[in-house]
Nanobody, 120 residues
Framework: QVQVVESGGGLVQPGGSLRLSCAASGSISSIYVMGWYRQAPGKQRELVAAITTGGSANYADSVKGRFTISRDNAKNTVYLQMNSLKPEDTAVYYC??????????????WGQGTQVTVSS
């Protein structure tokens, strides 16, 4: 079983920055794609950014130029640097990691979510 734990959320003023982290643990052989999603109250969960093993990243149009996703494969950890935050970025942010375990099974694991609130 693979566990995924996020950290780094909080309250920040508009224009501020936050850095989210997400670490996976367990019997992991490799992780293919690491991604960040968010869900605001009353809205569906949406993809914010994702990054492949090779470092290729894609972003939602709403965060391009403001957010940067990165990963440390040795630590099975993905980061989301969020700059120039706006009130509309307020949401619960979820990490998703998918890959393969040591015994050859595929996994896709979600974290518990971390709250990001952008408000003055």
């Amino acid at each position: 079983q693979v566990q995924v734990v996020e950290s780094g959320g909080g309250l920040v003023q508009p224009g501020g920055s936050l850095r989210l982290s997400c670490a996976a643990s367990g019997s992991i052989s490799s992780i293919y794609v690491m991604g960040w999603y968010r869900q605001a109250p009353g809205k569906q969960r949406e993809l914010v950014a994702a990054i492949t093993t090779g470092g290729s990243a894609n972003y939602a149009d709403s965060v391009k130029g403001r957010f940067t996703i990165s990963r440390d494969n040795a630590k099975n950890t993905v980061y989301l640097q969020m700059n120039s935050l706006k009130p509309e970025d307020t949401a619960v942010y979820y990490c998703n990691q998918n890959g393969a375990t040591m015994d050859g099974r595929q996994f896709g694991s979600w974290g518990q979510g971390t709250q990001v609130t952008v408000s003055s």
